[in-house]
């Protein structure tokens, strides 16, 4: 049972913009950074977002994340049918001492 | 720049005890730390724990007395060993570098690159 939640699944439309959320507590969260990863079908995770809201080189600034007190965000605009995939949030929990993942989130364009 | 490779038995079984390997390119494992991530087939990911540089390791407590991960330097390569293995065990299990840290804003962490992922299943 993942402590951090995400919806199962949004979509939108080609060109279109989703928002991801991820929910967690004071222990994880709310005091340690965010990072999110794109699974491809049938492919391994990517890393999208590293420390709340920064792209590693070579992702497009389509991609974007926030953090306000114990949710992040994950935003994608101008959607693509590449983008058809599941999103995990992650981050570290104090209190367990251990790395969560997300519940993960299914993207339909 | 560093890719990544596991390799092990598809086919474990029962009771028995799961090695993976994995095959470190285009850089030193002695330079960061290391994970293994599992995911059960439809279902979401599960970390299992990590490696440093120094050898120590840091567990999943859901798997602590199960697992076992080290470094070997002389291949380049990092090692998870799973112990009496169950059925529910099979799973895609990938192995990334992990950036860790501290600073006034939390721990940090993330994972680049992964591997493709190597899938096992546990079975008699």
Redesign the interface.
């Known amino acids: 049972q993942s402590v951090l939640t995400q919806p199962p699944s949004v979509s939108a439309a080609p060109g279109q913009k989703v928002t991801i959320s991820c929910s967690g507590s004071s222990s994880n969260i709310g005091n340690n950074y965010v990072s999110w990863y794109q699974q491809l079908p049938g492919k391994a995770p990517k890393l999208l977002i590293y420390d709340n809201n920064r792209r590693p080189s070579g992702i497009p600034d389509r991609f974007s994340g926030s953090k306000s007190g114990t949710s992040a965000t994950l935003g994608i605009t101008g959607l693509q049918t590449g983008d058809e995939a599941d999103y995990y949030c992650g981050t570290w929990d104090s209190s367990l001492s251990v790395y969560v993942f997300g519940t993960g989130t299914k993207v339909t364009v | 720049q560093v890719q990544l490779q596991e390799s092990g038995p598809g086919l474990v079984k029962p009771s028995e005890t799961l090695s993976l390997t994995c095959a470190v390119s285009g850089g030193s494992i002695s330079s960061y730390s290391w994970?293994w991530?599992r995911q059960p087939a439809g279902k979401?990911?599960?970390?299992i724990g990590?490696v440093y540089t120094s050898g120590s390791t840091?567990y999943?407590?859901?798997l602590k007395s199960r697992v076992t991960m080290s470094l070997d330097t002389s291949k380049n390569q990092i090692s998870l060993k799973v112990s009496s293995v169950i059925a529910a065990d099979t799973a895609v299990y990938?192995c990334a570098r992990h950036?860790t840290g501290y600073n006034r804003?939390?721990?940090?962490?993330?994972?680049?690159?992964?591997?493709?992922?190597t899938l096992v299943t546990v079975s008699s």
């Open positions: 994970s991530i979401g990911l599960e970390w990590r840091n999943n407590p859901s990938y950036i804003g939390g721990f940090y962490n993330w994972f680049d690159p992964w591997g493709q992922g």
